[in-house]
């Protein structure tokens, strides 16, 4: 659960300190068929729309996909994952013009035309009306509706939806199980068997923890090809994982002298594949006065509940020498050596767009998190507020 205190501390902070460091804000437009948020991989967003009387509809996500500048920044939509059209976002005070390069299907009309600038007669324009926090933007599985997620309590979540016929918002709650990011890779069949129990954490060595803190702990309950035993290891692991959580939380409290402060950690995925279990937390902080936005990720053995290290994971999953040679590693983060940095470039092209020196410098020099999820590794940067790419997942295929 975000709390409301940390939640200021966090926007206020972030945006005094960068323009870079977002806060997790949902704006909400004149027309509330169009959604966004601003949040720690950059703005994500989607536009859904129905007509009232015809059988027609128009709906696409996009995430912000480049470097902005004064007057826009580059997206990157998509109806179905691998589908994209690039396009761009124009922004003037409170005003919006979204445009893709392409139509995507059944959009057109009265339904939504996204093909035109601000150069052009008619453009779609928005305009923001209001700012909600929000965790972000999720998918029902069972439904396919498309909501925002406004705040956790336990298992369930305090979700926004807007009807795209009548443009009608109502909320309700919903169990966090049955909804997925659009914005990360789908989970496979294996992901979606596994059970876990999720709680918060309100104590720590005998005494509450403070209105500033909010964590969550993880257990796993049952899954696709894991024994009881590894279970009981996994386990193990993820409950001193939590201890780790909490003792980061107290040196936070700690070292604020007096700026603001707040540590949030909760739940982000579960991910089962062939070899792996990785169990991966959002950790979003505000210590000293500055925030701090990361992934905290922990990767298992699927056989025996061994944790892997990032650098052992590497040598696993790529055999060949010179994708590993010399990699470095601090803790739990890893340095990418240069054909790492290629395949990571090649791969992730239509997120990168054009690569130039300062993008290729920023890849080779970042610090990673990793895991393994749906066949492939995931990379997620370490967080800098002056940064060339996107604080977001970048995929590496394994087979090479």
């Not at 009232?52 to 696409?60: G, K, N, P």
């Not at 709650?173 to 890779?185: A, C, D, H, V």
């Not at 050596?337 to 920023?362: F, H, M, W």
């Not at 020099?365 to 996107?390: C, H, T």
Request: aromatic share 12%; hydrophobic share 35%; proline share 4%.
């Amino acid at each position: 659960m975000f709390l409301q205190d940390f939640r200021k501390i966090l926007a206020l902070t972030a945006l005094l300190v960068s323009s870079t460091a977002y806060a997790k804000v949902l704006y909400v437009f004149d027309n509330p068929r169009l959604i966004a948020v601003n949040k720690t991989e950059g703005l994500t967003g989607y536009y859904g729309a129905e007509h009232r009387v015809a059988h027609f509809s128009c709906s696409f996500f996009f995430y912000e996909s480049g470097q902005s500048n004064d007057v826009s920044f580059p997206i990157t939509s998509f109806t179905k994952r691998g589908e994209r059209v690039p396009g761009r976002v124009f922004s003037k005070g409170k005003g919006w013009i979204v445009q893709t390069d392409e139509q995507h299907d059944g959009c057109g009309g009265a339904v939504g035309d996204f093909r035109k600038g601000p150069d052009d007669d008619h453009p779609a324009r928005f305009a923001s009306v209001e700012y909600i926090p929000a965790l972000g933007i999720r998918r029902v599985v069972d439904t396919g509706a498309v909501v925002v997620a406004l705040k956790t309590r336990g298992l369930r979540t305090y979700v926004r939806y807007v009807h795209p016929a009548t443009g009608r918002v109502t909320t309700s709650w919903i169990e966090t199980g049955k909804l997925e990011n659009p914005f990360s890779s789908q989970p496979d069949a294996l992901s979606r068997q596994v059970k876990y129990t999720v709680h918060p954490v309100t104590r720590f060595n005998g005494r509450r923890l403070g209105k500033n803190v909010s964590i969550e702990s993880v257990q796993l309950v049952s899954g696709p090809g894991l024994s009881s035993t590894s279970i009981q290891a996994i386990n193990a692991k993820l409950r001193d994982v939590v201890k780790g959580f909490r003792i980061y939380a107290a040196e936070c409290q700690q070292g604020a002298q007096g700026h603001p402060w707040g540590y949030e950690s909760k739940l982000g995925k579960v991910v089962i594949s062939k070899r792996y279990v990785s169990v991966v937390f959002e950790r979003d902080t505000v210590c000293g006065g500055t925030p701090d936005f990361e992934r905290d990720a922990f990767v298992f053995a699927k056989a025996s509940g061994k944790f892997i290290s990032p650098t052992r994971l590497l040598k696993e999953v790529f055999p060949r020498e010179e994708f590993r040679a010399g990699i470095s590693s601090y803790k739990d983060l890893i340095h990418v050596n240069d054909n790492l940095a290629e395949a990571l470039i090649s791969d992730n092209a239509d997120v990168l767009g054009d690569c130039d020196g300062t993008c290729d410098y920023d890849i080779r020099n970042k610090s990673y998190r990793i895991w393994m999820e749906d066949g492939q590794i995931v990379l997620f940067p370490e967080f800098s507020q002056a940064s060339y790419i996107n604080q977001q997942e970048y995929f590496i295929k394994v087979a090479r």
